[in-house]
Nanobody, 118 residues
Framework: QVQLVESGGGLVQSGGSMRLSCAAS????????MGWYRQAPGKQRELVAR???????NYADSVKGRFTISRDNAKNTVYLQMSSLKPEDTGVYYC????????????WGQGTQVTVSS
């Protein structure tokens, strides 16, 4: 089993910045794609950003130019640097990653709340 633990959420004013981290532990046998999703109240969970094993990143149109995803393979950790935050960025941010070994499913973190005040 693989566990993903997120950190870094909280309350920030509009226009501010915040960095989220997600560390994988447990049965991590290989590099895996890692990404961030978010879910706002009353809305479906959506992809925010994703980074492949080789470091190729892609972003939702709504965050392009404001958010940057990166990874530290030695630490099995993915980061999401968020800048120029807007109230509509508010939501629970989830880390998703995998598969970390042959036959594994994707793993999800427990989520971290990000609230952007206007």
């Amino acid at each position: 089993q693989v566990q993903l633990v997120e950190s870094g959420g909280g309350l920030v004013q509009s226009g501010g910045s915040m960095r989220l981290s997600c560390a994988a532990s447990g049965r991590v046998q290989n590099l895996a794609a890692m990404g961030w999703y978010r879910q706002a109240p009353g809305k479906q969970r959506e992809l925010v950003a994703r980074i492949t094993r080789t470091g190729t990143a892609n972003y939702a149109d709504s965050v392009k130019g404001r958010f940057t995803i990166s990874r530290d393979n030695a630490k099995n950790t993915v980061y999401l640097q968020m800048s120029s935050l807007k109230p509509e960025d508010t939501g629970v941010y989830y880390c998703k990653a995998g598969p970390f070994y042959t036959g594994a499913d994707y793993a999800w973190g427990q989520g971290t709340q990000v609230t952007v005040s206007s």
